[in-house]
């Protein structure tokens, strides 16, 4: 099934980051980019102290320039880089403050939220005014959707929000969140096809190519992290990408990791300040299997492949409807 412009998408986006991480990397290591770990993490992570971060950088750019070259730059392409981009210049913004002014909270929560408001606006109005998108909600196995008129916009903000926390969550241990985009940005690739979108499945290529060849210095032991400025942006990617195919509830499914990771931390914080005790060790979920003896390897592996199942249930979803 893959076409020449995915192939080529593929193949710029991988040689990017693969080619820019030699050089980019040591800059951040002289720029003393490096990464502050949370005393009240896992203990083992306090030897990931200066590892450099702002990796996402390399990404991002790979993916607009593969995108770019590869794809037919069209309003809905155009749109999806919006999305991406505005959570990166908020990621790093956020990344900033914290590494470069030492500032360790970066940007305050309510200035990520106007930031991410924003975001929704403009995406839900260009998409309904200009793209003809309906303000309807798909949902599998109902004969019909569901026109949500208004409430769409308020649908958008919170796919975008959900989706940038709760990757920007699992951004915790070394390929973790790499890995697993990667493999949700492979299953829309296919949703895309689907729905006849292949420009955006050449952006969701390009996606996957870039995170996977990412891993080649997140690996664990990681040489560079992504940072919000990675996480936060791939986490718009994604949200934009089930946004324009109209497929905001198939994203729970293929994002079935993200959608842990931030249920841990909400169900750990209710519990918290109701009962005064804690479900998990620690969240998100990934610091309770270290906690439990678990090699940082073995999470890893175990969520890719946790995600990998998330990704063929959605897909089988899809086709069955």
Known sequence: MPNSSMLIAAVVAAGLVLLSGPFFIPELHKLKFGQSIREEGPKSHQAKSGTPTMGGIMIILAILIATCIAAHVSTK????????????????IDDYIKVVLKRNLGLKARQKLLGQIIMAVVVTY???????LKTDLWVPFLASSVDLGFLYYVLVF???VGTTNAVNLTDGLDGLAAGTVAVAAVAYMFVCVHFGESDLAVFCVAIAAACVAFLRFNAHPAK???GDTGSLALGGALAGVAILTKTEVLLVVIGGVFVLE??????QVISFKTTGKRVFLMSPI??????KGWSENKVVGVFWSVGILFSALALWILKMN
């Open 77 to 92: 392409v155009l749109l999806a880089l919006f999305v991406m981009l505005g959570h990166f210049v908020i990621g790093f």
């Open 224 to 226: 560079v992290f992504m």
């Open 262 to 267: 931030a249920l841990s931390v909400i169900i």
């Open 286 to 291: 990934h610091h309770h299997f270290e906690l």
């Open 126 to 132: 260009i998409g309904v005014e200009e793209l003809g």
């Open 158 to 160: 919170f796919v975008l």
